[in-house]
């Protein structure tokens, strides 16, 4: 049982960098998935990356690989979300999700996960 809690978000210019980081408010990530996931408005929820805690894989969304990077922060028991030269179109409310021995055919589905942070907003300005 996990209650991701996210942090991070704030109102930067194109360009620049910011990065995201996911802690649980209970319990651990041991053996779960943990996602990142972005949802703007008017448009439908969507994949950003995905990391096993325990490792064995990361995932990154194919439009955005060149630019984000998932990693796990051990001492701090944080999944991050390393986000590179930001554009207006990455503007969105951007979400940690945890899911318990999910499959890795099923790490890019938002559907597939269990526990779902309250969400950080990322605002990139032109």
């Known amino acids: 049982q996990v209650q991701p809690v996210e942090s991070g978000g704030g109102l930067v210019q194109a360009g620049d960098s910011l990065r995201l980081s996911c802690a649980t408010s209970?319990?651990?990530?041991?053996?779960?998935?943990v996602g990142w996931f972005r949802q703007a408005p008017e448009k439908e929820r969507e994949f950003v990356a995905a990391?096993?805690?325990?490792?064995?894989?990361?995932w990154h969304a194919d439009s955005m690989k060149d630019r984000f990077t998932i990693s796990r922060d051990y001492a701090k028991k944080t999944v991050n979300l390393r986000m590179n030269s930001l554009k207006p179109e990455d503007t969105a409310v951007y979400y940690c999700a945890a899911a318990n021995g999910l499959l890795s055919s099923f790490v890019r589905s938002a559907a597939r996960y269990d526990y779902w942070g309250q969400g950080t907003q990322v605002t990139v300005s032109s």
């Open positions: 209970k319990g651990t990530f041991n053996n779960y998935a």
């Open positions: 990391i096993r805690w325990s490792g064995g894989g990361t």
